[in-house]
Structure formats: structure tokens, C-alpha cells
T-cell receptor, first 113, second 113 residues
Framework: AQKITQTQPGMFVQEKEAVTLDCTYD???????LFWYKQPSSGEMIFLIY??????QNATEGRYSLNFQKARKSANLVISASQLGDSAMYFC??????????FGAGTRLTVKP | SQTIHQWPATLVQPVGSPLSLECTVE??????LYWYRQAAGRGLQLLFY??????ISSEVPQNLSASRPQDRQFILSSKKLLLSDSGFYLC????????????FGPGTRLTVL
């Protein structure tokens, strides 16, 4: 069965430092997509970054990059130069051949000034 | 550009009352539409998805139902709310089925008393 695991309930990072949020997944399907979303206190889910299972290079979007290690089935999110506005819940998610997007339990990131 | 709207933003309803949450998408045609529920401090659970008008797939058996009366309108309903229906309800859309980015609306926070 497809499963997404985020083992860090909470993380702290100093402003301007980089932080890595962990995500591992489990699927036997060769075609899948991995996503990261940010959920601030307002509740809206904001799409950050996408990595396809066949993509050869790690995805990057501004200060966000996805460290994709296919053999280890991990898709960690790296946020560089953290800002106070980065404080939020972060969810890793995966889709495969059907329309089911599975989400991890989330990691609460707190950026300290 | 595409935008997705949800209303109401917040709702407090007594147990046993009916429910109707609405989601509309602008700026795209024939989107795939999704309803998710998020319990407090948890990840998202897919409730329903739709690939076209009148086409609804249910992921979780419960006392909720969904309808898609128009191409860009998705409605979540219940005839009689339960206490366990409380949560944060998010609507999302994607351009393609399967492995594609889903974009979320602002959500509806439902409290059943």
C-alpha cells in the first residue's frame, strides 16, 4: 500500500539558516509524483514543489529544493535562508496512477529570529 | 490565472442538521475536483473526487455526499451532521487526473456541536 511518512512532528531553525524536512514514501508503482505543501495558520494549503518519479534532476523552486533519493524512497524538502514567514506546517504528499493524493502527518516548522 | 473559492469560510452547525459546502474554480475548463477533510493536527484525507459533471468517486464511506452540477462547481453535502464531521474541509483542483499538482482553496472550518 502507498504510504507517506514524516517522522519530525516539529522542527526549529534559526532565521537565515537552512533546514531539511524529512519525507519517506512507500509504493510499488513505478510512476508517481511527490509534492510538498505549506499550510500556514490560515489553513490554506500552498503548493511548493513537485518531483516526478522519472525526473533525473532534483526539483528546485526559489529557496525550496527537493532532495530526491529514489533508491531510499525519500523526498526531503530543503529550505534555504529561512525566513520568519516560513513558520508553518509542511506536508509531503504523493500521487500515483489514480486520483488519490496521500499526505504525511506533517512537520511544524518554527523559524526563530 | 486559475482561482478556487470555497464558502462559507467557517460554519457552526448542530448535530443532525444538514450541510452544504460549495467550491468553485475559475480560469480553467474540465478540472478534476477533490474534497478533503483535515482533522485537528492531522494530515488530509481524501473524501471525494470528480473527473467531470455528474461523475463522483467516493474514497471513504460516511454520511457525506458530493455532487458536481456544473463543470467548475463541486458541492459537499450531508443530510444529518455528526459530531465526528467537525474538521477543516478543503477543496482542490487539478488539470489532469493521476500524477498532477493539486491546488487548494482556502478551506471551510466546520464545527458540529
Amino acid at each position: 500500500a502507498q504510504k507517506i511518512t514524516q517522522t519530525q512532528p516539529g522542527m526549529f531553525v534559526q532565521e537565515k539558516e537552512a533546514v531539511t524536512l524529512d519525507c519517506t514514501y512507500d509504493t510499488s508503482d513505478p510512476s508517481y509524483g511527490l509534492f510538498w505543501y505549506k499550510q500556514p495558520s490560515s489553513g490554506e494549503m500552498i503548493f511548493l514543489i513537485y518531483q516526478g518519479s522519472y525526473d533525473q534532476q532534483n526539483a528546485t523552486e526559489g529557496r525550496y529544493s527537493l532532495n530526491f533519493q529514489k533508491a531510499r524512497k525519500s523526498a526531503n524538502l530543503v529550505i534555504s535562508a529561512s525566513q520568519l514567514g516560513d513558520s508553518a506546517m509542511y506536508f509531503c504528499a504523493m500521487t500515483y496512477n489514480n486520483n488519490d493524493m496521500r499526505f504525511g502527518a506533517g512537520t511544524r516548522l518554527t523559524v526563530k529570529p | 490565472s486559475q482561482t478556487i473559492h470555497q464558502w462559507p469560510a467557517t460554519l457552526v452547525q448542530p448535530v443532525g442538521s444538514p450541510l452544504s459546502l460549495e467550491c468553485t474554480v475559475e480560469g480553467t475548463s474540465n478540472p478534476n475536483l477533490y474534497w478533503y477533510r483535515q482533522a485537528a493536527g492531522r494530515g488530509l484525507q481524501l473524501l471525494f473526487y470528480s473527473v467531470g459533471i455528474g461523475q463522483i468517486s467516493s474514497e471513504v464511506p460516511q454520511n457525506l455526499s458530493a455532487s458536481r452540477p456544473q463543470d467548475r462547481q463541486f458541492i459537499l453535502s450531508s443530510k444529518k451532521l455528526l459530531l465526528s464531521d467537525s474538521g477543516f474541509y478543503l477543496c482542490a483542483w487539478s488539470a489532469l487526473a493521476g500524477v498532477d499538482t493539486q491546488y487548494f482553496g482556502p478551506g471551510t472550518r466546520l464545527t458540529v456541536l
